[in-house]
């Protein structure tokens, strides 16, 4: 990482760092975890390398994007910490700053995202088209043709078109952006 993107990096994580300052390691946030077996580093170890700025192992690990929001382990800290917000402003570091090993899940949230915003809901078929027109490379879509097949002769989702125009939640979308500055 080049020390311009490292600088932004630690202004990125300061406020990530201040959140989870008071943790006394005592794993509840890892034994919670339903997603645990999915993470290469646990939720309490990632805590410890933030806390004594092992930033580069911290952002070796992709413990943070398997992070899937359940909040488990913020009902559950004994220090009342606010881990899930920690773990979206690690995954928005990861994003706000280009990070190459996180290109594909920043992608995807976008394309998620995205479809939300325009139709209130995941529209599935235009949403994972835009994610692999984003990744831009024609293998991919490869990889899960036979799921889509699948779930296409199952009824779980339809053909549609690509829809235009304004989309259902772009004011409250702007509004949040403009909350969170
Ligand atoms: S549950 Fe809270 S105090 Fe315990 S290790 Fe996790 S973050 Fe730290
Ligand atoms: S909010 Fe994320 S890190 Fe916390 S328990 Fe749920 S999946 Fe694990």
């Not at 993107?5 to 390691?25: F, R, S």
């Not at 005592?26 to 077996?37: F, L, Q, R």
């Not at 700025?53 to 929001?69: E, Q, R």
Request: glycine share 6%; hydrophobic share 40%.
């Amino acid at each position: 990482m080049g020390q311009a993107n490292n600088e932004l990096l630690l202004k990125q994580i300061e406020p990530v760092k201040e959140m989870i300052k008071t943790c006394i390691q005592c794993g509840t946030c890892t034994a919670s975890c339903p997603n645990i077996e999915f993470m290469d580093i646990t939720p309490r170890h990632m805590w410890r390398l933030l806390l004594t700025d092992h930033i580069d192992a911290l952002f070796s690990s992709k413990s943070f994007i398997m992070c899937s929001s359940c909040y488990y382990c913020t009902l559950r800290c004994p220090r009342g910490l606010e881990l899930t917000n920690a773990m979206s402003l690690l995954k928005q570091a990861a994003s706000k700053l280009k990070l190459k090993k996180f290109k594909s899940s920043s992608l995807f949230y976008k394309a998620f995202l995205d479809s939300v915003k325009k139709h209130g809901r995941v529209r599935e078929m235009e949403f994972m088209t835009h994610y692999f027109i984003s990744m831009k490379n024609p293998v991919i879509p490869f990889g899960y043709a036979s799921l889509g097949l699948k779930l296409l002769a199952k009824g779980k989702i339809r053909p549609e078109l690509p829809s235009g125009g304004k989309g259902k939640l772009d004011a409250l979308f702007e509004k949040v952006a403009e909350l969170e500055g």
